[in-house]
């Protein structure tokens, strides 16, 4: 149980374009999501906390135009990179949290490799 | 400021034991959470603490001292695929996850 699936896995793209990344809770309905960003040999770095149904509230430094986020149901989270440059390069990890568990640790889905060109 | 500190990396050998201390600074505490990430994925959860005490997972256990600020993680019976980061994070009184910057583990045969 407690499964969260990304989608891509991986994705190339060219300067200037949008990249769209999905995450998605399987087997439960996830409230609220984390959008996660990881550089090399780096921590993990919180961007924003998608909540269903209401706005994402972002990070101190995190540009909300630039990276979007919809939480339009309770099992999918979406964050669209817009007019992506090369220093977006990351490595990019949801994660929810199963409010019927009573740990409510966090479950990351596997991540996507952005890299552009 | 919150601030969480683990040491940088260390070495252990196969078989063997090691321990991955973590100390905390945070703004409350609700928990204390270990994860393990091996390159290249994302992290899975390991151990959560909120109490004093050892908590114990078949060969990986966590200690956590609330008045100290500091937890560690022991790992025993060291297998070659325990080599990965191993990152510790604070729950703080917003229920905040505060990250530290993981402790990479490598594991010599």
């Known amino acids: 149980g407690a499964v969260v699936s990304q989608h891509p896995s991986r994705v190339i793209c060219k300067s200037g374009t949008s990249v769209k990344i999905e995450c998605r809770s399987l087997?439960?309905?996830?409230?609220?999501m984390f959008w996660y960003r990881q550089f090399p040999k780096q921590s993990l770095m919180l961007m924003a906390t998608?909540?269903?149904?209401?706005?994402?509230?972002?990070e101190q430094g995190v540009e909300k135009d630039k990276f979007l986020i919809n939480h339009a149901s309770l099992t999918l989270s979406t964050l669209t990179v817009t007019s992506a440059h090369p220093e977006d390069s990351s490595f990019y990890i949801c994660?929810?949290?199963?409010?019927?568990?009573?740990?409510?640790?966090?479950?990351f889905g596997p991540g996507t490799r952005l890299t552009v060109l | 400021g919150q601030n969480i500190d683990q040491p940088t990396e260390m070495t252990a050998t196969e078989g063997a034991i090691v321990q991955i201390n973590c100390t905390y600074q945070?703004?409350?505490?609700?928990?204390l959470f270990w994860y393990q990430q091996h390159a290249g994925e994302a992290p899975t959860f390991l151990s959560y603490?909120?109490l004093d005490g050892l908590e114990e997972k078949g060969r990986f256990s966590s200690f956590l001292s609330r008045s100290k600020g500091y937890s560690y993680l022991l790992l025993k019976e060291l297998q070659m695929k325990d080599s990965a980061s191993y990152l510790c994070?604070?729950?703080?009184?917003?229920?905040?996850?505060?990250w530290g910057a993981g402790t990479k583990l490598i594991i010599k045969p």
């Open positions: 994660s929810a949290r199963d409010p019927g568990r009573e740990v409510n640790e966090q479950f």
């Open positions: 087997d439960f309905q996830a409230t609220t």
């Open positions: 998608s909540n269903e149904g209401s706005k994402a509230t972002y």
């Open positions: 945070t703004s409350g505490f609700n928990g």
């Open positions: 603490n909120v």
């Open positions: 994070a604070v729950k703080d009184s917003n229920y905040q996850l505060i």
